[in-house]
């Protein structure tokens, strides 16, 4: 069977990260994009990259390209995955995957149509330790999700000209890491929030710096949800259940959560590899790809999506 071929848009920080663990017996990074030859030539013999491309749309050109990595600023997600898709090539794209919910639904409808896979890199949707609690939860043991509680607190330096405080690129801390936190709450809840309530801090560029959200379901599970810029918070997510409550720590990329019993005991739940957190995004890709199954977890992020444009709906911003 022909390896199939990967080709990375963007060559920044995570894009280097994915390269370098980047390990699969079914296919092979093939392709770097950047805006610059030279640095996507350097990229590409840092990690043994057969291409080299100095633009986005050459790389995506490429009729050897199968699926394509988006990592470029999320600003530019919305244009890439359309290219990409229109000249047949699968996507998996950095979160936010886009800026607003009208742009992945265009994803969305051309992955559709092209009968091609489109998903988020949202490791929350692909790490092990997800599956395996979902599986505990469907076993009816922990009785009914009652509530969630997440938080994901980063300290940026509060400077105007930085990327995460840029109006014009979709700076601010809901597309940054407050993904994260709604991804979370949304991968447990039964059903997509109705109920919405929120209050946030703009920064001085009117970029969100943070927020607080509660939402309510029509199951009446509740969800509290808390994103900052200017406060370093653990990254931490409990969700309670009439007979129990899971905590999970450093959750984007967890393979340990802790259940809690009602009289106190302690049970640890282990599953997947934390450093192995991208390959399992690849993996999932490549079986998608390989068996044509439809990519369930674009509904979710789709449902993330909704909740953000309703939080800056809210926010006048």
Partial sequence: MKPLNWGILGLGNIAS????????????????GSRSIEKAAEFAEKHGIEKAYGSYDELIADPEVDVVYIATPHSHHADLILKSLEHGKHVLCEKAITVDNHELEAGMALAKEKGLILAEAMTIYHMPLYKELKNIIASGSLGKLKMIQVSFGSLKEADPTNRFFNKEIAGGALLDIGTY?????????????KEILTTMNFFETGVDEQANVIMKNADDELATVAFT??????????VAFENGYLTILDFPRADEATLTHPDGTVEKIQAGDTLQALNYEIAHMNEMIRTKTDNSSIELTHDVMEIMD???EKWNN
């Avoid at 990260?17 to 770097?32: C, P, R, V």
């Fill in 229 to 238: 810029f200017r406060a370093k918070m653990p990254k931490q997510g409990i």
């Fill in 17 to 32: 990260s994915f390269a370098t663990t980047f390990a699969s017996e079914d296919a092979k990074l093939y392709a770097a």
């Fill in 310 to 312: 309703t939080l800056r």
């Fill in 181 to 193: 936190a709604l991804s979370f709450a949304r991968f447990f809840l039964s059903s997509q929030p």
